[in-house]
């Protein structure tokens, strides 16, 4: 079978987006060595190494251009040239082809959370609906995720699969102090202190967080993630609210540096209004870093009872829930551990192995 796979984020994306795409890549060659495998890279990207070249792998650099434009223009006349018989596409899937399209749908939040999202975005993901009914098959990335497209009618249940995301075995190794220091050295981070990793967006709710410091003493909180049009609103906030000795931005943060940020945290905070999935408070529960998210979407179907809940829109208790932490010791350690143990039920080879299985049912089904 010949196997197209919309890799264009492989390198560069959305910082989640690219830790998915790099890692079902990954995972998917290293299972399956019997098929042929197109991957489709952004031609910006072409001086890049990429590291799992083998016997039956093609790489394809198309022009960059929008997302959504390339997969509905340009990877079909790359299907019919090299007669694919299944592609993989992210979030865009398209209309005229004659490979068998599945649509890997990360999340359509905006479609019941537009207050979320700026305008620019939601014209960006309007067509993720439209173009999924010309797919033969949705992926998307939780049992939540799959209600709400079933609910804006996308495409018949049957025809909608779930395949959870992954964790890195990376995350679990232990550090000595000494290594931790020295990272802590090079990011300027406080001894102890608090974590938000992710998008610095709305619908990730930095703002209210940083609220509930006012009732929290004696810890500092680091927001890590590459700026984004939310920062002016944050710095705004913590100008307001008098913490500017007390909350520290590290920017981008290099893929390899995040394992031990996640280690250096003495508790990982996740206040998102909303999720498709939830990556960051895994990764952290598998660092073994105690975890605390809000009770929204998808977070308890995958946090399940290994983190503390709260309510994204109450700064008392998010304050309330991080003081427990950090004046109930066995509370800390107990939470530390049911988080190691639910991070180890969710592994990048079991996704790799259950998309490979729905390119087996959809590739070689006859119906269009």
Known sequence: MKIGIDAKWFFDGPPSGRVVVKNIVKELLTYNKKDEFYLFLNKSDKNKPFPFLDNNVTLIYIKNINNALSNV???????????????????????????????????????????YYTLKERIYLWPIKYLSKFSNHIITISESEKKRIIRHNFMKKEAISVVYHGINKDYEQTHSQESIRIFKEKYNLPKKFILYFGRLNYRKNISTLLKSLKDIKDISLVIAGKADHEMANLKNAITKLNLEERVLFTGYIQDDDVIKLYASAHIFCFPSFAEGFGLPPLESMASGTPVIVSNT????????????????????????????????????????????????????????????????????????
Not at 79 to 95: M, P, T
Not at 348 to 364: D, K, L, P, S, Y
């Open 73 to 115: 223009f340009l990877l079909p006349q790359y299907s019919r040239k090299l007669k694919l018989d299944v592609i993989l596409y992210q979030n865009f899937s398209a209309v005229l082809t004659r490979s068998k399209s599945i649509n890997y749908i990360h999340d359509v939040l905006f479609l019941d959370f537009p207050e």
């Open 297 to 368: 979407t998808s977070l308890p179907e995958i946090c399940a009872n290994a983190v503390l809940y709260i309510n994204p829109n109450d700064a008392t208790d998010i304050a309330n829930k991080i003081n427990t932490l950090l004046q109930d010791e066995n509370m800390y350690l107990k939470l530390a551990n049911l988080g190691k143990e639910r991070a180890k039920k969710f592994s990048w080879e079991t996704t790799a192995e259950q998309i490979n299985n729905i390119f087996n049912i959809v590739g070689c089904n006859e119906d269009r």
